[in-house]
């Protein structure tokens, strides 16, 4: 079956720096995609990898290795607005998104 | 750019209404819809892949006929939800995707559709 695995919940301290992991096993592999989810509110598209490496943008970088069927979402300088779930969803080979639970992050003063 | 207006925001009706959901992408030509529904601290269930111009694929367990897809243009897709029940209240969200499955295009979501059935 297809898998994407990412923790539940995460807290940090206001400024300091998270990584975000998430596992996937699917039926082939056309790119992993990042999203932000504020409670109660839609996704937000972060970042996108189908290669391996890190791609930064800002203040989040999102790296993958396809090897290892692992990827992660590292955030800098974290501030308080960066409090959010953290969805990783893989694109199989049908191009069909497979979404992860998301991992809740805490952010504290 | 990517902008994903989804109406209403929020709905509240009687058991046995109908209610109708309009996503729709603003910027851009969204050649797939999708619908998804969203339970309180719970992932994203996707419900149905629609493309325009023809029928909604749906997930397994998604009834056909009590969420009627309509994926008329280019940039508009409609939910209806008929003969709503409590049990559907839910957080239903629709998301747009530009060029074709294999282009590795991002869904780019609307902003939800908070739906409470008395």
């Known amino acids: 079956g297809q898998n994407i695995d990412q923790p539940t919940e995460m807290t940090a301290t206001e400024g300091a720096i998270v990584q975000i992991n998430c596992t996937y096993q699917?039926?082939?592999?056309?790119?992993l995609f990042w999203y932000q989810q504020h409670a109660g509110e839609a996704p937000t598209f972060l970042s996108y990898?189908?290669l391996d490496g890190l791609e930064e943008k800002g203040r989040f970088s999102s790296f993958l290795s396809r090897s290892k069927g692992y990827s992660y979402l590292l955030l800098k300088e974290l501030q308080m607005k960066d409090s959010a779930s953290y969805l990783c969803a893989v694109m199989d080979s049908n191009y069909q998104l497979i979404w992860g639970a998301g991992t809740k992050l805490i952010i504290k003063p | 750019g990517a902008v994903v207006s989804q109406h209403p925001s929020w709905v509240i009706c009687k058991s046995g209404t109908s209610v109708k959901i309009e996503c729709r992408s603003l910027d851009f030509q969204a050649t797939t819809m999708f619908w998804y529904r969203q339970f309180p601290k719970q992932s994203l269930m996707l419900m149905a892949t629609?493309?325009?111009?023809?029928?909604?694929?749906?997930e397994q367990g998604v009834e056909k006929d009590k969420f009627l897809i309509n994926h008329a243009s280019l940039t508009l897709s409609t939910l209806t939800v008929t003969s709503a029940h409590p049990e559907d209240s839910s957080f239903y969200i629709c998301?747009?995707?530009?060029?074709?499955?294999?282009?590795?295009?991002?869904?780019?979501f609307g902003d939800g559709t908070r739906l409470s059935i008395l």
């Open positions: 699917t039926s082939g592999f056309n790119g």
């Open positions: 629609s493309n325009e111009g023809s029928k909604a694929t749906y």
């Open positions: 990898n189908v």
């Open positions: 998301s747009a995707r530009a060029g074709f499955a294999g282009d590795h295009q991002p869904q780019h």
